[in-house]
C-alpha cells in the first residue's frame, strides 16, 4: 500500500489559516511527497466515483512526464474575448503570491500547477455543444499525481480559509490516504457499445471547402483550415477512463489528454506540441502537410517520399514553419531549427514535421508562447486574422476546444501546451469528434474529405468505430 508518513502539512495547514486570518482571503497550502510508483491510469481511474467530472490527465509523447489530477480546490475562469490569456496569468500569479509550498523537489509540473485550456476562437458564437466549457478554463486539483521518468510525485492542495481549524488536516489526510488505497487497485473498464456514426452534413462541408477555395482568386487569403465533425452514440454512458485506455494502448508517441468539466469530458491525442518550457528552455513543433500510412513498409516508404517531395505540403508546411520561427525569435536570443523537415510516423498517418528549440528571454511566460502562437497556420490558416474570420463566418462547427491550446502550467513558470487535435467530446451516451484540414488554391474537396478521414481515426477508434 502506498502511505504518506512524515507531513509538512499539518503545520501548513495551521500557518495557512492564520495567514487566511491575517489577510482575510483564502490561502493555497500545496506539499510534495515522493512516493511508491503508483500507474497514473489506475490514479486516474480511481477517482470515477468521488471526482468524476473533476479528473484530467496527460502524457508527453515521449512517457517521461504524466500528470493526473483529482479533485478541484480552485479554478481560474474567463468568458472574455480580449486578454483571456493575460488574465489566466494574472489570477495564478494573484493566487500564487499568499500561497505556502512545501516541495524540496524542485521539478517540473510538481507542487501547485494548473490544467485546462483555451477555446479555438472566443468571438465565434458557441453553441449548447461547449456549454461546459469557458473560453478559459483551468483547474488546479487537489491531489495530483506527477510522474517523471518513472519516478512518483505526489502534490496535495488544500485551500485554508479563516473559519477553518485543525480538523481541516484530518479530514484531507484521511481522504488523501484512502485515494491512494484505491489508486492502486486495477479498475474495472466498461465495453463501448456503438449504435451510431452521424456524419455532420458531409456534403455542406465539401460545399464549403469549394466555395473557400473560390474565394483566393480576389482575396489575401492563402490558406484557411476548415474542420469537420462526427457524431457517436452510444447504447450507455461512455466511460472516459475506457477511452483515455484505448489511446494509451494505441497512441503512444501522442500527447494524450483528459479534462473533465461538470460531468463532460474533453480528451484527445495530439501529435502536436504548441510549446514547453522548461527553465529557459523553449520548444515548439511545426506539423503541416500529411499524408495516410502504407499498409506495407515499401508502399509506407513511397507514401513518405511523396510526402516529403510533394509542393502543396511542402509550401503549407512552410508557412507554419516561418509564423512559428518569427513568433518564438521575437521572446527568444537564439532559435534553432533544421532547414528540411523530417517525418513524423503516427499509426495512421504522417506528417511533414519540423522541431524549433529557443532560450527564451528572462520574464517571458509560457502563455505569453500560447497566446502568440496561437492558431498556427496549422490549425487557423494565413494570414492569422483573415484566415481566422473566414473560419469564423463560413465553418458551421462550434470548435470549441478543439484545434486549440490544451496544457499544464506550474507554480514556477514551466509547462506544456498541445494543440488539441486528434480528439473529442465525450457527453453521457453520445461523443463528438473533430477534424480538419488546410484548404488553399488547388485544394480539391474530396480529397480534403478523405484527409478528415483519415484524421478521424485515432479517436474513432478509441471509441469502438470504424470509418471508411
Known sequence: MVAIQETELRQGILDGIERAKGLSQSILVSEVHKIDRIDPFHFFASGREKYLGERFFWKDPEGEQILAGLGICGQIQSDQAADRFFHVEKEWKRFMESALVFNKYNLNGTGPAIFGGFSFDPLKKGTALWSKFSE???????YMLTMIKGEAYFTTNVICTQHDDLTLFEKVSRERQELLSRAVVKPALAQLDLKEIVEIEPEAWKQTVTDAVKGFENSELKKVVLARELRLRFEDEVQAERVLANLLDHQKASFIFAFESNGDCFIGASPERLVKKDGDSLFSACLAGSIARGSTPEEDEKLGTELLTDQKNLIEHQYVVDMIKEAMEETCDEVILPEQPALMKMKYIQHLYTPVIGKNREGTSILHLVD??????????????????????????????YAAPVGWMDYQGNGEFAVAIRSGLIQGNEASLFAGCGVVADSNAESEYKETSIKFRPMLTALGGKIK
Open 136 to 142: 478559459a478554463l483551468f483547474h488546479i486539483p487537489k
Open 372 to 401: 502568440r502562437l496561437h492558431p498556427t497556420p496549422a490549425l487557423g490558416g494565413l494570414p492569422k486574422q483573415a484566415a481566422i474570420e473566414k473560419i469564423r463566418e463560413i465553418e458551421q462547427l462550434d470548435r470549441g476546444l
